[in-house]
C-alpha cells in the first residue's frame, strides 16, 4: 500500500485520501475476516433512551436481523422531493424499519408524508422525531441495515455494530465517504440520476 507523504520544510503531511484508503483497506479486511469493530470503552449502557423506551419494546418483538435503521443526521435537512421519495423506497424495502423523521428544510404546510404511507406500513414501522439513541439502535439484534446520509460519525457507529450501510450521501464529505466505503466494498450507495437527485 502506498501513502502520499508531502513535505513543507521540516514538516510532513498524509493526504486525508491516502489515510481513508488506509482505514478502509483494513476495515475491509476486517470485515472479509467477519470480525466486527468495537469502539473502546463504549457501553450501551451509557446512551440515553429516555422517551425511547416503547421503540425498544417494538425492536424486542422483532425478528432479529429484520430491521433497517434510517436516519439522516443532524446537519442536513431532508427537501420536501426526499420526503415523497424516501419512504416509498422504505415501503418498497417490504422491511420493517426505524425513521429518524425531520421536517424537511423546504417544508410548507402541505408538506407530508406520501399519501397512503402510514397505513401501508402500520405495524412494520417506527417514525421517531427529535433525538434518537442511534447508537442503542444500532446495536440492537433485531437491526440490520442502516439507511444513513454517510456522514463519518454515522459511518463509524454502524460499522462498530456490525450492520449493513446503505449510503445516501446529501452534503459536505458525505460524497467521499460513500464512494471509499462502495468502492471497498463496505457499504452500497443509493445510485443517482444524471442531475446529481436521488434515484429511489
Request: charged share 25%; with cysteine; net charge neutral.
Amino acid at each position: 500500500m502506498r501513502c502520499n507523504r508531502y513535505g513543507f520544510g521540516t514538516k510532513k503531511f498524509l493526504v486525508l485520501e491516502d489515510l481513508m484508503d488506509l482505514i478502509l483497506d483494513a476495515l475491509s479486511q476486517l470485515l472479509k475476516n467477519d470480525w466486527y469493530l468495537a469502539q473502546k470503552g463504549c457501553s450501551l449502557r451509557r446512551h440515553h433512551v429516555a422517551g425511547h423506551e416503547e421503540t425498544l419494546r417494538w425492536l424486542d418483538r422483532q425478528a432479529p436481523s429484520s430491521i433497517v435503521y434510517a436516519a439522516f443526521g443532524s446537519e442536513v435537512k431532508l427537501t420536501s422531493e426526499q420526503l415523497q421519495r424516501i419512504p416509498l423506497g422504505l415501503e418498497a424495502s417490504g422491511l420493517p424499519f426505524i425513521w429518524a423523521f425531520r421536517v424537511p428544510a423546504d417544508a410548507g404546510d402541505s408538506d407530508r408524508l406520501p399519501d397512503g404511507f402510514e397505513q401501508r406500513v402500520n405495524g412494520r414501522r417506527v417514525i421517531c422525531g427529535g433525538w434518537l439513541p442511534q447508537v442503542r439502535f444500532l446495536a440492537h439484534g433485531s437491526v440490520r441495515g442502516f439507511l444513513t446520509h454517510a456522514g463519518w460519525n454515522s459511518i463509524a457507529e454502524g460499522l462498530t455494530n456490525g450492520v449493513r450501510l446503505v449510503l445516501l450521501p446529501l452534503v459536505f464529505e458525505q460524497g467521499l465517504n460513500a464512494r471509499h466505503l462502495a468502492e471497498k466494498k463496505i457499504a452500497v450507495e443509493v445510485a443517482r440520476d444524471e442531475e446529481d437527485e436521488v434515484s429511489l
